[in-house]
């Protein structure tokens, strides 16, 4: 950006024609080319915080005028010429006045379009072309501020480039690599801010799951226990019906013939239900890619972090650094990761005698990796570990029993296994499997 | 034969589950009523017969437990069959507190919800002849002319009938004819029976005020 403003400047100087030959002491342009990337780097910084208040956009954008108004007027002591420059301090003025309003609205408009994410590309590119004129409204204002008076004064000419070699092709050329390298900025810049919204929505999830053990989860088992129960209900009445008017003496077909039709039509309602829910929970096939799980522990242990701090729980990774990459759906790992940390921390709840820790490994395995979930809180009672991964089994009080079932189901559409076994001489170990990328089931 | 005329209305917002309750009731020779929800049935005039109400809790406007709350209120006494898709014991207990005959669980089975409604029509079968025995035995007691009635009320409270006789001031023996009189009038067999019958009313008239 920096060196965009500063092609700008001296492409602009190009159409300033003075009757004597102008040329360019090039320390000093190098100077103002700095001017210009430092007071950039600057304002993008400020322009890539969170919040942005209406002080801290004025500050900015005063820096970002200063900036460009010193990228201008060093650039211009850069000349060398057989005249002597003076500048009228009002138009002077008025011109840093011009690059500040401008850079204050160029800073507002992008501001605005990165905190929502409604940035359409028109106000993107309205956002530039403001700062274009910024940064030319501010180079012609201050060029109109410069007089020159003709010298006798003989010019020094030491570290002098003439700007017409470099000419017009020269700074287009530059100024194009610079469009270049800002485009690929902007596209890492996206990728990043991709990131970003993927673990805002991973942390989403992390507090969607608690919510879910809470009411949320209770609420949907609630309508859909209804919206099931209710076609069964009909079909259990109607067979039972149906098998009454068959015991009568004589039998009457006509009404056990309409109640068993009505009995499968309610049975089908019932099982359309089920379809739909089906049909819900994986509405696409999840995308499986080839993925290091190691990764995938390190990001869901940043997400799990309050939750840990808040539980006094002491989260260590024992992870052997060249695991075989995994196929599989990141997003669902992670969820599944988060399943069995929570699970490890709120079975440590109530442990105050022993260090809370929870240990996450991964290993290689004959099948892929092997993930391990070590926990020292309060085990696995063998009575009840039979069923730990039984839908709506649950030993807490207020669980609902879905959260070992889901990691199941998820570890299986992986093609991997999920099991838990006891940890000597406290806690738990859930572990599980994941098939190696590249290889076929 | 009475069985016949028994009637069942079902409240139940479900229309398949509302069919095969009916089915199932049908089936067994009892007529039934449907109503999709409270309101309906609150706004539908029912025939006097003995009957009873098979109620859903879970309805839409106004609930199963605010309708039977309401049917109370205003003296209604249809004897009532909760059935709910997701019953909770604090649900099931004030249910039944109100006076309902029995809170089911959907899918129950169909014999519990006959049985159920045996019990209830049984009920309101029993309410239903005792309010008829009172409101004959009201009709018979309002025939009685003043004098009699004066009577009546002073030999049930024990009083012999000289000494009615000379609270009211006339012979005893004119108290013994008005005594008769009302006796017969009341269709009282003997003076236990006939102070039964007083007793009656008066409990129906207590319970009423």
Redesign the interface.
Known sequence: MGIGIWSTHFTAMLAFRLPIPIRYHWPTVLLSLMAGIVSSAFALYIASRKKMGPVRALNSSVIMGIGIAALHYIGMAAMRLAAAMHFDPFIVALAVLFAMGFSLLALLLTFDLREESRGTPLRKILSSLVMGAAILGMHFTGMASASFVPSATPTDLSNVVDIDPLDTLGISTVTLLILVLSVVSSAVDRRFYAQRLQLAWAESKVVLNHTVRVGAMDELTTSLAHEINQPLTAVVTEVSASLRWLALQPPNLDEARSGLARAIRQANRASDVIGRVRALLKKTPPPMRALNVNEVVHEVLVLARNELHGHGVRAKTETTVDVPLVLGDRIQLQQLMLNLIINGIDSMSMVNDRPRELIIKSAPHPDGVLIQVQDTGEGLDPEKAQRIFEPFFTSKPEGIGMGLSISRSIVEAHGGRLWATPHSPHGAIFQFTLQRAGKEK | MTERHSIVFIVDD?A??R???K??I???GLHVELFGSATEFLETQRPDAPSCLVLDV?LPGISGLDLQRRLADANVHIPIIIIT??GDIPMSVRAMKAGAIEFLT?????QDLLDAIQVALERDRTRRQREAEIAGLRERFESLSPRERDVVTKVVSGMLNKQIADEIGIAENTVKVHRSRAMEKMQAQSLADLVKMVERLDGSTAKAS
């Open positions: 479900d398949s589950v069919e095969a309750l089915n199932l049908r089936s067994v879970r898709g997701h959907k899918p129950f089975r169909d």
